[in-house]
């Protein structure tokens, strides 16, 4: 599916990155979940937010992404920081599984399946990935009646229900272990704005440096909606073992 409104989509989180309050807030329960000594996959790297995170805090990192232009810039923030970005690579995920099978201790796949139109031949790319016994990480956007005009743009086939992202997983090998919502908040704008206004939402403030809105969303995501499981939400995460 064409990229570009994704690229456009990163090319703008890219330079607020470390205070994107989405991905940051996202990062803080996944570190949560995983272990300093676990060999991760981060698979959909994009512009390497989550890899710069993880390398900040010590953890062994692969990064790869099959779009050079979000690859340009995930190097670009990496050396900015003094990182290497020399485990960062270009690669399909049916290539880069014939060359690593059964490697990784932990993947780490946020919000990338929806852009893949044969979802369950991904999940099984992603499922020889990883060792016997290990950890999958997981995000897509939930609920299909929210899809709209944002999801194409950025490029989504779908979006996912609990029940079948559930048997998705399991069909394609995976014991999922907790598949919970988040960002409820998200999900009741999201709805108001698409069902009700019928408009998109207008997220320009996502992307300015230094916005009050961005300030205070960080917080309220770290301190409330990171603490609860909600019944709906705009994102599905999962933690599946193989």
Excluded at 4 to 25: T, Y
Excluded at 30 to 40: P, Q, T
Excluded at 204 to 229: A, M
Aim: aromatic residues 10%.
């Amino acid at each position: 599916m064409e990229q570009h409104g994704l690229i456009q989509h990163w090319e703008k989180i890219f330079r607020i990155q470390e205070n994107d309050f989405r991905a940051k807030s996202l990062e803080k329960i996944i570190i949560k979940l995983l272990n300093k000594d676990y060999e991760i996959l981060d698979l959909g790297c994009g512009s390497c937010g989550l890899t710069l995170s993880l390398l900040k805090n010590g953890y062994k990192v692969t990064s790869v992404d099959n779009s050079e232009e979000m690859l340009e810039m995930g190097r670009e923030i990496l050396q900015k920081n003094g990182l290497s970005a020399s485990r960062v690579y270009k690669s399909d995920i049916a290539s880069f599984t014939d060359k690593n099978k059964n490697k990784f201790d932990c993947l780490i796949c946020l919000d990338v399946i929806e852009h893949i139109k044969d979802d369950h031949d991904a999940l099984l790319q992603i499922h020889r990935l990883i060792k016997k016994g290990g950890l999958l990480v997981l995000s897509v956007p939930a609920h299909q009646n929210l899809y709209g005009p944002k999801d194409v743009e950025l490029g989504h086939y779908r979006r996912y229900s609990k029940k079948d992202l559930n048997n998705k997983l399991r069909n394609s090998g995976f014991n999922v272990k907790m598949i919970r919502f988040w960002n409820f908040t998200g999900a009741i704008i999201t709805w108001m704005y698409i069902k009700i206004l019928n408009k998109r939402i207008a997220e320009d403030f996502r992307y300015k440096e230094k916005s009050f809105k961005t300030k205070i969303l960080k917080w309220y995501f770290t301190l409330f909606e990171n603490r609860i499981r909600p019944p709906f939400g705009l994102t599905l995460l999962v933690m599946a073992k193989k």
